[in-house]
Every structure is written in C-alpha cells, then in structure tokens.
C-alpha cells in the first residue's frame, strides 16, 4: 500500500494532476455487478473513454447453461456496445471474465484466478447487489452484506490498490428526511446480522423481519445501509469511496440516448402506461422525483474514483448521485409527460387507452385497482377461456400491483439530499473532463428526457421498431374511439337506471333534452339572420 501511495503523489507532484483517463491507464479494473444495468454502461465507458485500461476483470458466474465466456458474449452482442466496436474493435480483448458468485465463500474463485486478481488490479468497483425490493431478509443480507464483506476481503489484498469504490443507494437511510453525505449508524452491527443468518431458521428471521425495518420500507434499503457501515468500518486504511445513486433510469445521452434494458423502477411504470394497464399508482405530484440518468452515474462514478486513487482523502467520501436539489422534476410533470409521448408514439399491442395517474389516496387507489384494474382483467381472461387461449391478465395485474406497491413509498415521499461532495468533484474536474465524464444533472431537460426515456423503453425494453409507429397510432385511433362510444354507453345506461328509480333524475334529463332540441332549432335562425 505504501508504494501505491508513493506512485500516486509523485505524478502530482512531479506532473500535476492526472485527467481521468491518463489515472486509468495501464491499470487493470475489477467489477462486480458487470452484468447488471449500470454494470455494463461502467464497462462500456471505460473502455472507450479511458482506451488505455489495460484489462477489465468482470465477476461473472454460470447462469441457465451458460458459462462465464458465453455469457459475457451475449452481454456484449448489445447494442450499447456498438459505438465502442465501432471504434475500438478488439476491445472485447481487453475483458476477462473471472468465474465466481458473491454468495459463495471467497466469492467462489480459484486460486489462480484470486492471485491474478490480487497481483494485478489496482482499481475496484463493486455493484453487485439484489435490487428487488421485497426480497426476503435473508437473501438481501446474503447479497447486499455478506457479499459486500467478501469483496472487502478480497480488496484489502490487491497489492497495488489506487481506489475502491462502493456503489449503494440515496435511500439507504431513507428513515431520514435529510440526509447528508455520511454514513449513518445502524440499529444493529452487520456482523451480527450475519452470524444469525448462518445458523437462524429463515421463517424465523422472516417474523422478525417487520421489527427490524423499524421506519424503512423493504429489506433493500435496509440491508445497505448495513454495508455501507461496514465499508466505513473496515475500509479505513485503503482508498475508499461510497456512491449513492437515486432512481437510476435510461441514459441521457451517452452512449445511445434512452437505451434501458431492464423493468426495473420508471421503465416498468412507462411500459405499463403505454400499454395501457396502469391506470392508478399511489404517489404525491408534487413531490420530487429523483431521476438519475444511468450514463450520469456511471460518468460520477469514474469520476469518484479517478479523485479517490488521485487525492486520497484522509476521510472516506460519501458521494449522492441525486437530482431533486439541483434540477427538481416531479412525479405528476412525469406522469403528463409519459401520456402526451404515448399520445404521439403509442406503443404496439395497446391492451387499452393510456391514461394512468397518481392518488395520495390510497383508499381511492385500491378502490381504482378492483373497478379499473382487476375487473377488465377478469373480463379479458374471460375472453381469451372462450376463444381457447390462456388467460394471462389476471396475473399480470397481481404481478404488477405487487410492483407498484414495492415503488409506492418512493413515490409519496420526499427526502433533501446534500450535494456538496459532488460539486467539489466537478470543481477539481478539468473542462475536457467535464464533458466526457459529464454529470452535471442541471443541464437536463427533464421533458426531453422523459420523452427519449419512452421512446427507449419502445424500443430497447419492448423490442417494437420505430418504422411501425403510423400502425400503432391507427390502432390508438381506433381504441379511441371505442372508448369513447362504451363511456356514452355506460354513462346512458347508469343515467337510464336512475331515471326509473329517481324522480329529479328523469325530470332534469326531460329538461335536457328540450333545451337541447331548442338550441338545435335555433342554428338555421342564427346562420340566416
């Protein structure tokens, strides 16, 4: 570690400080997580904008038959990584996949691949972690914490480590209402969590689970504030950084604007509404939704680790990756943006007309859910029984429910997130590096984004082609126009049944009606007068 130290103060003092991609070249990176969303636009972009990394190293396990060198294939066959073969061909070259499995003891490597770790990588950029929010407690421990302290262990030995850097999240501590760029104290030690894990039977561990959130919402927010504790406990002697994205969505601009491959957070609710079967969604449109680009982060989290390796602060850095203090967007700003792209783009195979919005009511929510969510989907099942297809909407509907519900906390709350460790980074950022590693978020047109989000959810996430889109809108026009025939219907009918039952019912509709005729026989009076 001393030698590290020594290299990385005579470049400053001999040469000045390093741009970013000069720290990154001739080094060797590790990543866990590579495989995940924000893994593979880290990867990307290290090797096209810093193109003298000389080898990445990705943690990647055996995954439904297929091995490691198969399933970094298939991870690089997308086209995110387009413009990078384009320009550097034989980039893939430069990855090696390292078998292994964070839940596995030493995070199941051998031995000659933990020595070609521990003799070559200088750099650490640990992601890997279960996002769901509604695992069991056991699992998000096993992933989120007992991972997390495998990978310290296995980091503490790189003999030539620059930085370290721990991705978690702004809502780690969301028990706060302002939360600062620290790390907060856990109600119970990690290590203790992770002794009971071992031997504590998990129907036990899942009773108990509801007294140990106490004020959080799900085992994943939880569960990574416990790493990040011990990430400051244990990491004190080397290089170490924790990054806190907020809700990471589709690129902004880098390297193909809106590109999402993933359900997760806003592209499963964009999906939804353009297929037309969210239609209510608990949350406030006045509170702030904390959107970060995914290309914003992962230019952030370079950045972290380039001012780590090259800085070495004597205080380990806690960086928030968030928005809604510098450049606010809202949650009904994104729900009136999402319907007016779908009005122009609609999407392919509508179910019905989008039209979903945001209730702080949750009575009115599940009121909503059974009338305009459950009984449609019963009625579609319905048909699809009779024409010998399986039902499918029903479980659609519970899947989605559930989903909605996991993100309704996040949606109906609002927290103040300090930002001042990320303007100090782009202080110490030259002007070139600023642009190539760009997160400066107050430069976001948020209803642009929004619009290119849509668009990228069409396309990357339903596989629809752009070219069809004069198709979908004929199908819009046409379910328009059903709709609006069965609403006169219903309205007709209902108005019918309470013109029998009610007195004042039938005479205001009598009433109607002849001012109605009035006015229509008055046209011809007006036009020829």
């Given at each position: 570690m001393a030698t590290t130290t020594q290299t990385v103060k005579t470049?400053?003092?001999?040469?000045?400080?390093?741009?970013?991609a000069e720290f990154y070249a001739g080094r060797s990176i590790f990543i866990t997580g590579a495989t995940g969303f924000m893994g593979k636009v880290l990867m990307e972009k290290l090797l096209r904008s810093c193109p003298d990394v000389v080898c990445i190293y990705i943690l990647i396990r055996p995954k439904k038959g297929l091995d490691p060198r198969?399933?970094?294939e298939n991870l690089l066959s997308s086209r995110l990584f387009d413009q990078l073969r384009q320009e550097q061909p034989l980039f893939a070259e430069k990855i090696q996949p390292v078998p292994g499995d964070i839940l596995q003891p030493n995070m199941g490597l051998s031995e000659a691949d933990e020595e070609l770790l521990i003799s070559e990588v200088s750099i650490v950029f640990h992601s890997a972690a279960t996002v769901r929010f509604?695992?069991?407690?056991?699992?998000?421990?096993?992933m989120n914490v007992t991972a997390t302290q495998r990978v310290i262990d296995l980091t503490k030995k790189f003999t030539k480590l620059a930085s370290f850097l721990h991705t978690s999240t702004?809502?780690?501590?969301c028990d706060q209402t302002e939360i600062s760029e620290s790390v907060y104290t856990p109600p119970i030690h990690p290590q203790k969590l992770i002794d009971a894990v071992e031997w504590m039977d998990?129907?036990?561990l899942n009773a108990l689970t509801p007294k140990m959130l106490i004020n959080r919402p799900n085992t994943y927010t939880y569960t990574k504030s416990l790493a990040e504790f011990l990430i400051a406990e244990q990491c004190k002697q080397i290089p170490t950084a924790i990054f806190r994205p907020s809700i990471v969505g589709a690129s902004w601009k880098d390297p193909i604007p809106g590109w999402v491959d993933n359900y997760n957070g806003p592209t499963g609710i964009i999906a939804a509404m353009g297929k037309g079967i969210l239609r209510t969604m608990v949350g406030c449109r006045d509170e702030t939704a904390d959107l970060i680009p995914v290309d914003t982060a992962v230019n952030m989290m370079i950045a972290i680790g380039w001012h780590t390796g090259v800085y070495r602060p004597e205080v380990m850095k806690v960086y928030h990756g968030t928005t809604g203090q510098i450049n606010r967007l809202k949650w009904g700003q994104i729900?009136?943006?999402i319907l007016r792209v779908f009005e122009h783009h609609p999407v392919d195979g509508m179910i019905r007309v989008?039209?979903?919005?945001f209730t702080c009511s949750r009575l009115w929510h599940e009121i909503r859910v059974r009338f305009d969510h459950m009984v449609p989907a019963y009625m579609m099942d319905l048909f699809l029984w009779i024409t010998g297809r399986k039902p499918i909407f029903v479980k659609v509907q519970d899947k989605l429910c559930k989903s909605m519900n996991s993100l309704a906390y996040f949606t109906s709350h609002g927290w103040t997130f300090s930002n001042d460790n990320m303007f100090m980074l782009l202080d110490v950022m030259t002007d070139t590096d600023?642009?190539?590693f760009d997160f400066d978020v107050s430069k976001i047109d948020w209803m642009k984004y929004i619009e290119t989000y849509c668009l990228g959810t069409k396309e990357f996430v339903l596989k629809e082609d752009p070219n069809k889109t004069n198709l979908a809108r004929m199908a819009l026009k046409r379910m328009q126009r059903i709709n609006t025939f069965l609403n006169c219907v219903t309205v007709f009918v209902v108005w019918r049944l309470l013109m029998t039952r009610v007195k004042i019912a039938s005479t205001v509709w009598y009433r109607l009606v002849n001012i109605i005729m009035k006015l229509y026989n008055q046209i011809p009076k007006i036009f020829l007068s």
């Open positions: 470049i400053e003092n001999s040469a000045g400080i390093p741009s970013i198969q399933r970094l509604d695992e069991p407690m056991k699992i998000s421990i096993d702004a809502y780690a501590n998990e129907d036990v729900e009136k943006q989008p039209n979903a919005s600023k642009q190539v």
